[in-house]
């Protein structure tokens, strides 16, 4: 009999080929994810599961797939999954690392720059037909080059930007779990702790997973920290920011601006305050939205599912500790 796979939102078709060659699928083509009852629902017989990172796949999910095998999850990220309880049932867990490291180091350059010279503000102006004349004092904002970018987390996206911003003849600051040496000789960028970092950093980027370590890693008192002209950039995940301290930072001029590709909860609620500040730029988590790296995503994420529904070890299996059950 063919395994029986459950797709929860409409992936590029390089991916649900090589899926539905192996496997019944079926695929939520909702906009929004499926509802809640609907994803246990679902899950009920399947053996293989596709997940975005806006599913939770926790020990209620679990418990009503009994033959599940697999969830490839299509992201690197993998904060949505309780992976302990997927290990503790034997279940395989598995991402897209490395695929779409250079698109998500290109967004994060993207906000670096345009949170810099304030570029959405710009546009939003000269719309706005109030652009008159070309000004000594217009628009001004701050520098790139000669600037000390602070890295949050170098792996994969952290070093891509890393090697971006020596482009720039910017200055690379780190702080990681731990020291990169060959990178630092790579690239000459040196290892600092965190507040040394937020003290001396232009730009702040975070390129951390959330976990219950990073959670909050951007709060009241790491902000304190910062220079009043720098800027924080998160292309990682919302819940590392504590919004409401960031807001307050910004307000208060405490912080220069800030580039969000992640916010917590995602989307935002429409009255939340950060959307109405001008040196704030929000964008909708496209950090590997391009038409190459999503097709790629697509196909190593059903690579991953269709290896391990044969019951062998996918590439990127997350969760190694599951062959020994
Ligand atoms: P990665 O290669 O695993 O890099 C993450 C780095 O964070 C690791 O190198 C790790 O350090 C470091 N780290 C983990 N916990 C830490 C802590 N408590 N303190 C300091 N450093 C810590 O992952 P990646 O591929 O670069 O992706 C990073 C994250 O970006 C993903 O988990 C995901 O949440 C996010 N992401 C977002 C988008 C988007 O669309 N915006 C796209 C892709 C990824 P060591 O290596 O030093 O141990
Ligand atoms: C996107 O945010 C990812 O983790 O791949
Ligand atoms: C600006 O456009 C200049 O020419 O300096």
């Known amino acids: ?81 309780d992976i302990k309880e997927a290990t503790r049932r034997g279940i395989m867990i598995t991402n ?7 698109t998500t180091a290109d967004l994060a350059f993207a906000l670096i720059m345009a949170t810099a ?16 004349t070309w000004g000594p004092m217009l628009m001004l904002g701050q520098d790139l080059y000669g600037a000390t970018l602070g890295l949050i987390g170098l792996g994969r996206i952290g070093y891509a930007v890393a090697k971006r911003a020596k482009g720039f003849d910017m200055n690379v600051i780190y702080y990681s779990n731990h020291r990169k040496e060959e990178a630092e000789k ?6 600092v702790d965190l507040e040394q970092l937020l003290r001396e950093s232009d730009f702040v980027s975070l390129h951390v997973p959330l976990t219950p370590e990073t959670k909050h890693l951007i ?7 910062m220079k009043k002209t720098a800027i924080l950039i998160n ?31 995602e989307p935002p609620s429409s009255d939340n305050p950060l959307l109405k500040l001008d040196n704030v730029i929000v964008l909708p988590h496209i950090g590997s939205a391009s038409i190459k790296t999503r097709t790629k995503m697509a196909i190593m994420a059903a690579e991953n599912l269709v290896v391990g529904l044969k019951g062998e070890i996918p590439r ?10």
């Open 96 to 102: 897209t690392p490395g695929v779409l490291t250079e």
């Open 316 to 325: 990127n299996l997350v969760n190694v500790e599951v062959l020994k059950k």
């Open 1 to 81: 009999m063919r395994p029986k796979v459950y797709v929860t939102k409409l992936i590029p078709e390089e991916g649900l080929n090589i899926i539905n060659e192996v496997a019944d699928t079926k695929v939520w083509k909702g906009e929004a994810p499926p509802p809640r009852e609907v994803l246990l629902e679902e899950v009920q017989g399947v053996d293989g599961l596709v997940s975005l990172l806006t599913d939770k796949i926790d020990a209620e999910l679990m418990e009503k797939a009994k033959n599940l095998k697999i969830v490839s999850n299509y992201a690197v990220g993998f904060d949505n999954i």
């Open 117 to 132: 010279r304030r570029l959405v503000e710009a546009d939003k102006y000269v719309r706005a037909g109030r652009w008159k």
């Open 186 to 191: 790579e690239l000459g960028i040196k290892c």
């Open 219 to 225: 709060n009241k008192n790491t902000l304190s920290l």
């Open 235 to 265: 292309t990682s995940r919302g819940p590392v920011v504590d919004e409401h301290a960031l807001y307050e930072a910004l307000v208060n001029k405490k912080i220069y601006a800030a580039g969000l590709d992640v916010m917590d909860p």
